[in-house]
C-alpha cells in the first residue's frame, strides 16, 4: 500500500524552528517528486514546498510566503522527506500534509499531487 | 501567481442530485487541473486530474472538464458520502487551490 505518514508537528513559540518529517513506503520513493501543502485551521489549502526528484536535479520550490525561513529535503535511503521550518510565525500554525508528486512529460514537466500523508498539526503560538 | 476562484462556496443539494462546481484560472493552465475531496478532519483525495482524467478508484458519477481558463466538476448523481469539501488546483505553474466549495445535504 502506497503511504506517506508526517511527523514532527507541535506547539512552538514564534521565532522558533521545527523540523517535520514524512515518511513514504510502498513505492519506489526515489523515483517521485514531494510536496508539502498545509491547511490553516478552518481555511484552505496551501503549497508550501516541492522537491523533484534526484534524476531531475533534485531542486526546490517555496512559497513566497516561506521563502528563506523553510527548506524541504529529502533522503531516498531512508525515503524520507524533511521539511525545516525556520523562524516560524503564527500565521503559520496549521496541518502539515506530506504529497507525492507525479511527473508529466508535455510541452513542459508538470506535477499533480496523487498520494496525501494524514497531516501532522503545527501551532505556532506564544 | 496564478489565481484559481471556485463557484460556489457552498452547495446544498439531495442525494441523487446533480451538482457541478465551477473553477476559473486568472491565466490560461491548459489542461492542468485536479479536483480533491476533503472531509473534516481528512486529508484531501485526488479525483480528477489533466482536467478530465479519473483517478483510479474515483467513481465514474465524478467527471470533469474544461480547458483554458474554465474548468468544472460533476457528480451525475449525488450519494451520501459525497458530502464534503471540494478544492480545485492548477498545476501549471506551481499549485494553487481554489478556496473551496463546500456540498452540504439539502
Known amino acids: 500500500e502506497v503511504q506517506l505518514v508526517e511527523s514532527g508537528g507541535h506547539l512552538v513559540q514564534p521565532g522558533r524552528s521545527l523540523r517535520l518529517s514524512c515518511t513514504a513506503s510502498?513505492?519506489?520513493?526515489?523515483?517521485?517528486?514531494l510536496s508539502w501543502v498545509r491547511q490553516a485551521p478552518g481555511k484552505g489549502l496551501e503549497w508550501v514546498a516541492f522537491?523533484?526528484?534526484?534524476?531531475?536535479?533534485?531542486?526546490?520550490d517555496y512559497a513566497s510566503s516561506v521563502e528563506g525561513r523553510f527548506t524541504i529535503s529529502r533522503e531516498d535511503s531512508k525515503t524520507i522527506a524533511y521539511l525545516q521550518m525556520n523562524s516560524l510565525k503564527t500565521e503559520d500554525t496549521g496541518v502539515y500534509f506530506c504529497?507525492?508528486?507525479?511527473?508529466?512529460?508535455?510541452?513542459?514537466?508538470?506535477?499533480?499531487?496523487?498520494?496525501w500523508g494524514k497531516g501532522t498539526p503545527v501551532t505556532v503560538s506564544s | 501567481d496564478i489565481q484559481m476562484t471556485q463557484s460556489p462556496s457552498t452547495l446544498s443539494a439531495s442525494v441523487g442530485d446533480r451538482v457541478t462546481i465551477t473553477c476559473r484560472a486568472s491565466?490560461?493552465?491548459?489542461?492542468?487541473l485536479a479536483w480533491y475531496q476533503q472531509k473534516p478532519g481528512k486529508a484531501p483525495k485526488l479525483l480528477i486530474y489533466?482536467?478530465?482524467s479519473l483517478e483510479s478508484g474515483v467513481p465514474s458519477r465524478f467527471s470533469g472538464s474544461g480547458s483554458g481558463t474554465e474548468f468544472t466538476l460533476t457528480i451525475s448523481s449525488l450519494q451520501p458520502d459525497d458530502f464534503a469539501t471540494y478544492y480545485c488546483?492548477?498545476?501549471?505553474?506551481?499549485?494553487?487551490f481554489g478556496q473551496g466549495t463546500k456540498v452540504e445535504i439539502k
Open positions: 488546483q492548477q498545476y501549471h505553474s506551481y499549485w494553487t
Open positions: 510502498g513505492f519506489s520513493f526515489g523515483d517521485y517528486g
Open positions: 504529497t507525492r508528486a507525479v511527473r508529466v512529460l508535455a510541452s513542459n514537466y508538470y506535477y499533480y499531487l496523487d498520494v
Open positions: 491565466q490560461s493552465i491548459v489542461k492542468w
Open positions: 489533466r482536467s478530465s
Open positions: 522537491i523533484r526528484s534526484k534524476a531531475y536535479g533534485g531542486t526546490t
